[in-house]
């Protein structure tokens, strides 16, 4: 999720009655985030389904507000609270936070069903109960993943970690591309997508950005890539 939606900060906390809401893993920003994170949370427990819940620098919000510290403190934009929703209530959250810009809605919508895989996760971890309804709500949030991926303007790659097999991609990477690229069953098979480096020598497939993410989890920017299409334009 950190490398799809270009994070700084991404958290998972999870809620239990004995412990209140607790980080159990998160990537970015200094030691002292975690505490900072479990006593921010926007929702009580006994919110039914709420919405995600975003915070900037610009917001109206008192000076010694908490809020203020966290971002200002970690050099963040904007932080997302998204929830881990079981049974419709509030199971813990997702925190994301980015330095350079807020997240837009197409982002979040994307985030809040990366949230739902999160949930059942930790469901499954927790009970077996009302296995079939969870089952349900995964495909249908999966489904939504593809259309919240079809409609970006933006070419995107969804890959398995940690064979790099394609998992899902939108028709701009067909245009991009002039044909599918789903077809890439390992990072091996990135070899077949025709890529020239800045020289003009043949991309390797473990020099792909897709792939440098999934084999060492790096955030890959402004790398430029030629692409031999299949008219034999470029």
């Known amino acids: 999720l ?4 270009v994070l700084d900060l991404c958290a998972v ?7 209140g809401m607790r980080v159990r893993a998160w990537t970015g920003g200094s030691p002292e985030v975690p505490g ?3 006593s921010l949370s926007p929702w009580s427990t006994e919110v039914a389904a709420p919405r ?5 620098v610009d917001e109206p919000l008192p000076p010694d507000h908490p809020v203020h510290d966290l971002l200002r403190g970690r050099g963040l934009r904007a932080l997302v609270w998204v929830p881990l929703l079981a049974r419709g209530r509030v199971a813990g ?3 994301l936070g980015r330095a350079e810009s807020r997240l837009s809605e197409a982002e979040v919508r994307l985030a809040e069903v990366m949230a ?5 996760s930790i469901w499954r971890a927790r009970s077996d109960d009302d296995q079939a309804q969870l089952l349900r709500r995964l495909e249908s949030e999966r489904s939504v993943l593809e259309s919240v991926v079809n409609q970006m303007p933006a070419g ?5 970690v940690p064979t790099g097999r394609i998992l899902t991609s939108n028709p701009q990477i067909e245009t991009i591309w002039g044909r599918s690229l789903r077809h890439a069953a390992c990072i091996a098979d990135y070899a077949m997508w025709g890529g020239l480096n800045e020289v003009g020598h043949p991309l390797e ?7 440098r993410s999934v084999l060492c989890g790096e955030t890959v920017r402004d790398q430029q890539i030629t692409v031999e299409r299949p008219a034999g334009d470029r």
Do not use: I, N, Y
């Open 2 to 5: 950190r490398s799809v939606l």
């Open 93 to 95: 959250e997702l925190v």
């Open 36 to 38: 900072a994170l479990e």
């Open 205 to 211: 497939p473990e020099r792909w950005p897709l792939a």
């Open 116 to 120: 739902g895989h999160v949930a059942f």
């Open 52 to 56: 995600p819940v975003a915070m900037g």
């Open 156 to 160: 995107v790659l969804l890959a398995d």
């Open 13 to 19: 906390l999870t809620h239990t009655a004995a412990d």
